[in-house]
């Protein structure tokens, strides 16, 4: 079972050997059977969209240069839920030349059939670090397609820093939801308002209440070892506060981007958003909470919230296999907690000046399941963006208003500003294709052209939030809330670099080029 490399195997595989290379094979295949299980994560059964049969999915790993061969096999049959599926592999670049492998549904693909199979090949390049995977197809991430992806880095800059990394250090916060997306979405589109979550996840388990108590998830530690925890929030809506009773936490990488260490108690992190931090097990023998309470819409719109029994158990080897009985001393009053704007990368860039520049504006409709980009709700196509570009598509007038595409000039640096909002939400706006620097983090009012963080997601409002990203990677990438019930209600846009590039660049494979078709025709209710 090669999701279960055993710790030790992985640590010989860490350690610089320089024979090693050669025992690493370049390709890593992995198999997703996409199933309906009832599973009941927090205690109540449902029907559920898992890879594998669990939540969280199983965990990806890999090597940093290898390539991943992912086969999807389809094999969803319940009619509550979406029957087609994608899956895309977030916080990864991809090449203009893979792009077509990216996996955002009408963006770089269509989805997969109920029944159908297809191999998404995802070349890491010189990529490493924390990742996840998730259906990019509408809100179905929401009923549990979503796991982690790890590409472990043999000459890791940090790896003086801890002594565990591996699938037992994994952090996975997740919002959970009892029922199924489709009413859910009806429920939001009549509406207006965004479903309110029943419980949260911490690696696949949670409560909510006045449910059984569902024994917590254990994170096991011994006495005098570090460990690197990789915490990925894979939420669609809840915002989760981590943080470790008496535990200090070492950021050491955000979004697949290595930064100086710095140490805090607490970190809020934004959907789609993730950390790598050092914990230190030099406290007494015992059991700690691990704390991720969330905010995410009125608890009083949803009886079973609280926010509260969101949380993990870290045990010390010699403790009682029992709760902690400390009390939770990291509240949201207590504690440092991370500001964005404090983090810079381990190998600072000064970002180009910007080539281009654009605002976007994000506005919601009161009452309505409608967010507007500059006053455009965007709406998947029928057919997919680089299917378009492919068939020749090259100005913004090419594709639908609706699509709300920018097409933008190859190798140049863009500049994209969000201006201050008056409410204090944060949209996690995720970008494909790139990572960005954050030139104006939400979290200060300072701009940063010296040596500003680079990740993949970002939160906008508040004070404002200001990027940078290069069109080195031609492709049509998608940049949206990671908020998935906003980006189904339009908070979405894509950034077309380069058509003609991507022209030269993409040639599909015929296994691709038949998605469309078999989707197309389907009945609705299949798709
Ligand atoms: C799911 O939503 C439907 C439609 O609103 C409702 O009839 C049903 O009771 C809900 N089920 C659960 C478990 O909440
Ligand atoms: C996850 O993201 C959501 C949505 O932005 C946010 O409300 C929540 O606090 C985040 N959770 C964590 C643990 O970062
Ligand atoms: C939420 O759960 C905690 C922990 O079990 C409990 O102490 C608290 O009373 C609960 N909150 C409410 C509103 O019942
Ligand atoms: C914050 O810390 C103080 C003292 O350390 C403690 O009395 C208090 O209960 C803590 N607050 C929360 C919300 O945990
Ligand atoms: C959006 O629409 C409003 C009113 O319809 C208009 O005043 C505003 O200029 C528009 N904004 C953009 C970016 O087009
Ligand atoms: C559309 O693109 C073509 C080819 O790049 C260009 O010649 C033409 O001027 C563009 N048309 C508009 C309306 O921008
Ligand atoms: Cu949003």
Redesign the pocket.
């Known amino acids: 079972m090669h999701f279960l490399l055993a710790s030790t195997a992985l640590l010989a595989l860490l350690k610089p050997d320089p024979t090693s290379a050669a025992t690493i094979p370049s390709v890593k295949s992995v198999t997703l059977d996409i199933v309906n299980k009832n599973l009941a994560p927090d205690g109540f059964l449902r029907s559920t969209v898992v890879a594998n049969g669990q939540y969280p999915g199983p965990a990806i790993t890999a090597i940093k240069g290898q390539t991943l061969q992912v086969l999807v096999n389809n094999k969803l049959t319940d009619p509550t839920m979406r029957r087609s599926t994608t899956v895309s592999f977030d916080g990864i670049f991809q090449t203009s030349e893979n792009a077509y492998n990216e996996g955002t549904a009408f963006v770089t693909t269509c989805p997969i059939a109920p029944g159908a199979s297809y191999t998404y090949e995802v070349d890491l390049a010189d990529q490493a670090g924390t990742f996840w995977y998730h259906s990019e197809l509408s809100v179905q991430y929401v009923d549990g397609l979503r796991g982690a992806l790890i590409v472990y880095d043999p000459d890791d800059p940090h790896r003086s820093l801890y002594d565990v990394d591996d699938l037992t250090t994994l952090l996975q916060l997740g919002d959970w939801w009892q029922n199924s997306t489709l009413p859910l979405l009806a429920g939001y589109e009549a509406t207006g308002i965004v479903p309110v979550s029943d419980s949260g996840t911490v690696n696949g388990i949670g409560r909510y209440q006045g449910g059984p108590a569902v024994p917590f998830a254990v994170t096991n530690v011994v006495y005098g070892k570090r460990y690197r925890l990789r915490i990925i929030n894979q939420s669609a809506r809840n915002v989760f506060t981590v943080s470790i009773d008496n535990h200090p936490l070492t950021i050491i990488e955000v979004d697949g981007v290595n930064t100086v260490p710095h140490t805090v108690d607490k970190i809020g992190m934004l959907a789609g958003q993730r950390y790598s931090v050092v914990i230190n097990a030099n406290q007494p023998v015992a059991n700690y909470w691990i704390n991720a309470p969330f905010v995410g819409g009125l608890p009083a719109r949803n009886l079973h919230q609280n926010a509260t029994l969101s949380r993990s158990i870290l045990r010390y080897k010699g403790a009682p296999i029992a709760e902690p009985t400390t009390p939770w001393t990291l509240g949201p009053e207590n504690g440092t907690a991370l500001v964005e704007a404090d983090l810079s990368p381990l190998v600072a860039t000064v970002p180009p000046p910007p080539d281009v520049t654009m605002t976007l504006d994000?506005q919601v409709i009161a009452g309505q399941a409608i967010?507007n980009v500059n006053n455009i709700s965007y709406l998947a196509p029928k057919v997919p963006t680089l299917n378009k570009v492919l068939a020749g598509a090259t100005n913004a007038s090419d594709f639908d208003p609706t699509e709300n595409t920018f097409v933008l000039p190859a190798h140049k640096t863009i500049e994209i500003e969000f201006p201050p909002t008056d409410d204090d939400?944060a949209?996690?706006f995720h970008l494909h294709g790139a990572n960005f620097w954050v030139i104006k983090s939400m979290s200060s009012p300072d701009v940063n052209t010296v040596n500003p963080l680079r990740r993949d997601v970002v939160g906008?409002g508040g004070t404002g939030t200001t990027i940078r990203f290069r069109t080195d990677n031609p492709g049509p990438w998608m940049f949206h809330?990671?908020?998935f019930?906003?980006?189904q209600a339009g908070?979405a846009t894509v950034m077309l670099s380069s058509p003609a590039d991507i022209r030269q660049a993409v040639h599909p494979s015929r296994a691709w080029q038949a998605l469309c078709p078999a989707y197309n025709a389907l009945p609705a209710e299949l798709q």
């Open positions: 994000l967010w939400d949209h996690p906008v809330c990671h908020i019930w906003h980006k908070l």
